[in-house]
């Protein structure tokens, strides 16, 4: 089974903390991903990976960095947390480019972190 | 308008009901059409993949895409309680996974 997890399920930081979110998964997954997740808004993406040290924005980079020294592990940064940050992170993986596997592209999601920014 | 519209519900339903699931949208770019699943306290998870018009049957679940009308539904068939969760539309419009679009989600309760 594929496991993608994250260093924290709930997290509680205060305005302009420099925030780390840690994912890890244990699949040897090419690419890995970002997201936020809010209520009627659906899941946004954030940041993803195709390599070890490659990214890409997605539709919010906004505030936000990441790092992926590791294949099997992509850190989301919060450079200086705001209070319109709150919300649930996930993190996911997928074996394949979206080419490659006919768009499948299924991916694998971690549980999620839930961060309050006070 | 949204791209992508779904009814968040939530929806309540009795055990053996039929439940239909039902997202809409805009961009006639969409080419490829899944359905995750996600409960409560995880990640959401692959249910059903489809590209083309029709229905697509695994299991209990059916899977519908009217791409004239520009609309995907989701059919359950003797749901059980097992079956409650947040049920989300994905679309897809390109080769990339930035490309890759998700609806808001239906919360659905299967009631004993």
Not at chain 1, 37 to 53: N, T
Not at chain 1, 79 to 87: F, H, I, W, Y
Not at chain 2, 41 to 46: D, I, S, T
Request: hydrophobic letters at 30%; charged letters at 25%; glycine letters at 8%.
């Amino acid at each position: 089974d594929v496991k993608v997890t994250q260093s924290s399920r709930y997290l509680v930081k205060r305005t302009g903390e420099k925030v780390f979110l840690e994912c890890v998964q244990d699949m040897d997954h090419e690419n890995m991903f970002w997201y936020r997740q809010d209520p009627g808004l659906g899941l946004r993406l954030i940041y993803f990976s195709y390599d070890v040290k490659m990214k890409e924005k997605g539709d919010i980079p906004e505030g936000y960095s990441v790092s992926r020294e590791k294949k099997e592990r992509f850190s989301l940064i919060l450079e200086s947390a705001s209070t319109n940050q709150t919300s649930m992170y996930l993190c996911a993986s997928s074996p394949d480019t979206l080419e490659a596997s006919g768009a499948r592209g299924e991916q694998y999601f971690g549980p999620g972190t839930r961060l309050t920014v006070t | 308008q949204k791209e992508v519209e779904q009814d968040p519900g939530p929806l309540s339903v009795p055990e053996g009901a039929i439940v239909s699931l039902n997202c809409t949208y805009s961009n006639s770019a969409f080419q490829y059409f899944m359905w995750y699943r996600q409960y409560s306290r995880k990640g959401p998870e692959l249910l059903m993949y489809t590209y083309s018009s029709g229905n697509k049957e695994d299991g209990r679940f059916t899977a519908q895409v009217d791409k004239s009308s520009k609309y995907i539904s989701l059919f359950i068939r003797d749901s059980q309680p097992s079956d409650s969760a947040t049920y989300l539309c994905v679309f897809i419009r390109g080769t990339s996974y930035d490309k890759v679009i998700f609806g808001p989600g239906t919360s659905l309760s299967v009631i004993p």
